[in-house]
């Protein structure tokens, strides 16, 4: 018995030293970087900060990725299955992505209001700009149930999403816009609605230097 109890108080000990072990600090490049400088970068809110590799490991990590999706039939054929919708494949896509509740987009039911008019005017721009409508999608429901009846949202069909586009959980909300040839553009973390439009408009000049490019 008295055996026990030493392997139980020395484990707890272990335990208490683990959890109090010191933070690294990981720059987007996976270098380590000491505190202050990681402090210093955060601050400037060009990037976020993830988890690293281990428990103890803090990372950051760019807001705005690029890129191109090399298959966008299947991409737009995996979304109409999996969300059971129907897609333009001539118009770009607006995916706003909830990760699931955290601290940043917990607030209850007084956000409400101002949840409702925020989107609305997304929506317009959205359909000033692109002649389009965003799809709501979510990996983690939970939060969401303060603003039932406001947004349409849908789950991430097979984490489908998160797969390509978010792989880390950023707070708040995250957003991704698509463009019918499969370039896009993804930022992580709060944003304003501004920068949805913003991607829209620049994928669509993208668009229209393609076409000028290739026409006879």
């Given at each position: 018995m008295r055996n026990l109890l030493k392997s139980i108080l020395l484990?707890?000990?272990?335990?208490?030293?683990?959890?109090?072990?010191?933070?690294?600090?990981?720059?987007?490049?996976?270098?380590?970087?000491?505190?202050?400088?990681?402090?210093?970068?955060?601050?400037?809110?060009?990037?976020?900060?993830?988890?690293?590799?281990?428990?103890?490991?803090?990372?950051?990590?760019?807001?705005?990725?690029?890129?191109?999706?090399?298959?966008?039939?299947?991409?737009?054929e995996t979304l109409k299955v999996g969300l059971n919708i129907t897609l333009d494949a001539t118009k770009p896509i607006a995916i706003i992505f909830y990760p699931g509740e955290d601290s940043c987009n917990?607030?209850?039911?007084?956000?409400?209001?101002?949840?409702?008019?925020?989107?609305?005017?997304?929506?317009?721009?959205?359909?000033?700009?692109a002649k389009i409508k965003p799809l709501y999608i979510y990996k983690d429901s939970k939060g969401l149930e303060n603003y039932d009846g406001l947004l349409d949202w849908k789950q991430d069909p097979n984490q489908f999403i998160v797969q390509l586009f978010f792989k880390h959980h950023y707070p708040c909300s995250s957003f991704v816009?698509?463009?019918?040839?499969?370039?896009?553009?993804?930022?992580?973390?709060?944003?304003p609605k501004e920068f949805v439009w913003e991607a829209v408009q620049i994928l669509k000049q993208t668009i229209s230097s393609y076409q000028s490019h290739n026409s006879p």
């Open positions: 484990s707890l000990f272990i335990l208490s030293c683990s959890s109090t072990k010191d933070y690294r600090y990981f720059d987007e490049n996976n270098v380590e970087i000491s505190k202050s400088k990681f402090n210093r970068i955060r601050l400037t809110n060009k990037l976020l900060d993830i988890p690293g590799d281990s428990i103890n490991h803090k990372k950051l990590t760019l807001r705005e990725k690029r890129g191109t999706l090399t298959n966008m039939p299947k991409f737009i917990s607030g209850g039911t007084g956000k409400k209001e101002w949840v409702k008019n925020w989107n609305k005017q997304l929506e317009d721009g959205l359909h000033q700009v816009v698509i463009s019918s040839k499969g370039d896009y553009i993804s930022y992580f973390g709060e944003f």
